[in-house]
């Protein structure tokens, strides 16, 4: 027997399929048999089976879907090979009439080039913008008499042959063509016809006998056409109606980020069960309620936490539980690697994909963040493990293409990197970690106008991606445009509150642009960012006081908590800048104390030890030089000669250091002499 390459065993599965259900729709109707004398198609009996009997071939209780199901049986399977095989159109063709879209323009018309984005998605008010005539018109449901599973599959059919067609479009990845301005041409003519389907089924008071499909179409279609709270309502209905159809919630979830963030960015605060920024927040607490009471309902809010780069305990204890249950589940397992991974626990991360890669070695869900963590570890054996591993399970995926575009990035071959990630998009253009990851690539190339179209792209598919926000910030920071770059890190700050990272580069930013007052409250924010995540039940007292006087000054005790010296320095001297160095003195003191690190009281003595200081650094040192010219100029000198002799036992400002004790010494005998 033949060995057959996996790509060849699936196009002679599909080859096989297609051919069987060709041959089962070309039998005879089973209605010619019961209604011989052309009676109506609505009389009970005429496909043969009791008026209170439903078909074994139907899913369905509603007696009217079932006998329409039984009676296309053979039609949808054929359909459903066409499907499988990827033939779009071919699939919708067996159910619609090839006429059945006289509005769209044929993608090889001229017009077809020339037609502008904002013809088609132009929102709900420019598309209900027409005449009486055309809303009388479009008002006629002309869709043919079919079930609603036959229905929703030509319809999604055709969405995917103008997904299909919008991609041949726009050709390569990065090219003159791939600008994101191509859309699917089939949209409009979808969506009317959905709204005709379903303004007839509310005149005929058949609400309640929807499965749930063609509302999720729908739901997808008009969060394409920009309608993200009309979307919202379909996707909600959609899941009350059909639960167990999980791409309803992934669309829902995807939705809920959409709206754009407050303009000023939220304080930091802490929400019993899931802490959000408070636009994200204010969504899902006001969609929950209209949610069924479902399992998938769980995962949703799971789902939603992880999506948005939540990592409060509280979400870690939901996944304990759900893990009593479904104590394997490779899902809940990757969601609690995730929640590492956004907290930057690298270690613990790694150590559950680690086991998942054991358990599921063929399983490549989620591997791309797997690399991240190994490409942030500087884990180069194990990374190009992966890479291997990945590669011989399936080339063609993207998460394997981006997975070696982080090893060749970690071994600094950018341009292998950004072929693979470009062979990611290629795959799959929607992909959000290679747009991203490509960007992060032609950012060390100092491709700063390819950097920007890439991480455009990233927000174009994602709002809630903080690190294509950010990385436009650093794009622009090189670029040297930082009222720009301030606006970007506004918004990866806003969604992520919690990572001083994200506040220190928005307080750089205000200190390049000469505005020191906006520059400290962020940096104090950079502060505030590290203890943000601690329960309140757990945080110790010094913690709480600690983080409660950042609003205003510098007053509170700051001996039994760490502060990065990296974020003080800076407000040190920003102090300065603006003539207050009584102030500047103070932060100068917390920078030199972060050497010996806190002063732990016995009751809050963690069972780990505690965390230890930094040691004399770079940025210590300075401090400390800073605070011994300070005691010089006010006039205390033995404080200044102490200073300046530990910074000659430090390594760092040694030649400063012993120039300055030559001035002391001079002061010091111009004092003793008079």
Known sequence: MSNFTKEQAIRLRG??????????????????????????????????YPP??????????????????????????????????????????????????????????????????????KGKEKATSVSPEVKQRTRRNDLPRLSQKSLFLALYAKYMAGEKRKDEDSEMIMGPMDTGAIVNKELVDIGRRLDDWFHERTLQGKEAQNQGWLEYLYGIILAKSNSSEDAKDYLVKSVNLNPFNWSAWLELRDL??????????????????????????????????????????????????????????????????????????????????????????????????SSLITTSPHRLDSLDHYSNVLYVMHNRPKLAFLAHLATATDKFRPETCCVVGNYYSLTSEHEK???????????????????????????????????????????????????????????????????????????????????????????????????????????????????????????????AAATSSFGSGISGDFTNVFLDPEILYPIAMLH???????????????VVAQEEGPLVHPDEQPETGGTGGTGVTVTT?????????????????????????????DGFEVEEAKALIRDLRARMEVVGGK
């Open 417 to 543: 990197a950004i072929m693979y990630f470009r062979r990611a998009l290629t795959l799959d253009r929607t992909f959000l970690s290679a747009w991203t990851l490509m960007g992060h690539e032609y950012v060390e190339m100092k491709n700063t106008h390819a950097a920007i179209s890439s991480y455009r792209r990233a927000v174009d598919i994602n709002t809630r991606d903080y690190r294509a926000w950010y990385g436009l910030g650093q794009t622009y920071e090189v670029l040297e445009m930082h009222h720009y770059a301030l606006w970007y890190f506004q918004r990866a700050a806003a969604l992520r509150p919690y990572d001083k990272q994200m506040w220190q580069a928005l307080g750089a930013c205000y200190q390049k642009i000469d505005r020191p007052v906006e520059a400290i409250k962020a940096l104090k924010r950079a502060l505030m960012a590290g203890m943000a995540f601690i329960e309140p039940s757990s945080a110790s007292p010094s913690a």
């Open 256 to 353: 809920l980020g959409n709206v754009d963030a407050v303009s000023s960015l939220s304080p930091l605060y802490h929400v019993v069960l899931h802490p959000f920024s408070f636009s994200q927040f204010k969504q899902l607490r006001t969609i929950s309620p209209t949610l069924p009471p479902h399992l998938f309902a769980i995962f949703f809010h799971l789902d939603v936490n992880v999506s948005l780069y939540q990592t409060s305990p509280s979400i870690h204890s939901n996944i304990t539980e759900l893990l009593m249950a479904f104590p394997t589940s490779s899902y809940l397992l990757t969601q609690r690697a995730l929640l590492f991974y956004h907290s930057k626990d690298y270690d613990e991360s790694e150590s559950i994909f």
């Open 621 to 649: 040192s300075r401090a400390r030089m800073w605070l011994a010219r300070w005691a010089m100029q006010k006039g205390e000198l033995g404080r200044a000669m102490e200073l300046a002799g530990e910074l000659c036992q």
């Open 52 to 121: 209170d009997k439903i078909p074994i071939f139907s899913t369905s209780e509603d007696l009217e879907e079932s006998r329409l199901e039984a009676q296309e049986i053979g039609k949808y399977l054929l359909a459903k090979s066409f499907f499988d095989c990827r033939e779009y159109d071919r699939c919708a063709a067996v159910f619609l009439p090839l006429n059945s879209s006289p509005t769209v323009i044929s993608a090889s018309s001229p017009e077809s080039r020339t037609q502008t984005p904002t013809q088609v998605l």
């Open 15 to 48: 080859q096989l399929l297609r051919a069987v259900a060709e041959l089962a729709s070309s039998l005879k109707d089973p209605a010619d048999f019961d209604s011989p004398d052309g009676t109506d198609t609505d009389t009970p009996m005429q496909d043969g």
């Open 576 to 590: 300065e800048t603006l003539h207050d160095l009584d102030a500047a003195a103070e932060w100068m003191d917390l």
